[in-house]
């Protein structure tokens, strides 16, 4: 199996290395602090994955979902997962609403993280295979 790359979307330096020191040996961590710095890395690399901020400066995760959504159609069927310490219902229901594939709460336990991330990609190997 080919490994698999995450694109990690946070404004929150220690965010992204805490994410890159999770994953890293398992999976092929980009990091970007910007919304901009994510449109490079998605046109750079396949990514399988994305773990969107949804509060950062310029650009909100959702405003950076809502582009993906409406004018980036190669990159719509890259789930996406929300991490943020805003856990008001009517911001997640938002975003799965607007088709995120799962929303997780800072401060958040690893190894939630990592069971969503097993799942996703375990149900995206199986559309594939089919």
């Known amino acids: 199996m080919d490994e698999k790359t995450i694109l990690a979307i946070d404004d929150s330096p220690e965010i992204l290395e805490s994410l890159n020191g999770i994953l890293g040996d398992d999976y092929d961590v980009r990091l970007a602090k910007t919304a901009s710095a994510a449109w490079t890395a998605l046109h ?3 990514v399988n994955l994305i773990l969107l901020d949804v509060e950062m400066p310029g650009m909100s995760g959702f405003d950076f979902l809502e582009t993906i959504n409406t004018t980036k159609t190669v990159y719509k069927t ?6 943020s310490s805003n856990a008001e219902q009517k911001v997640i229901d938002k975003a799965l609403g607007m088709g995120a594939a799962g929303y997780i709460v800072k401060p958040f336990l690893p190894e939630n993280l990592c069971e969503m991330i097993r799942k996703l990609f375990k149900a995206s190997d199986s559309e594939n295979a089919t």
């Open 78 to 83: 890259i789930p996406v997962v929300f991490i």
């Open 44 to 46: 750079l690399t396949e």
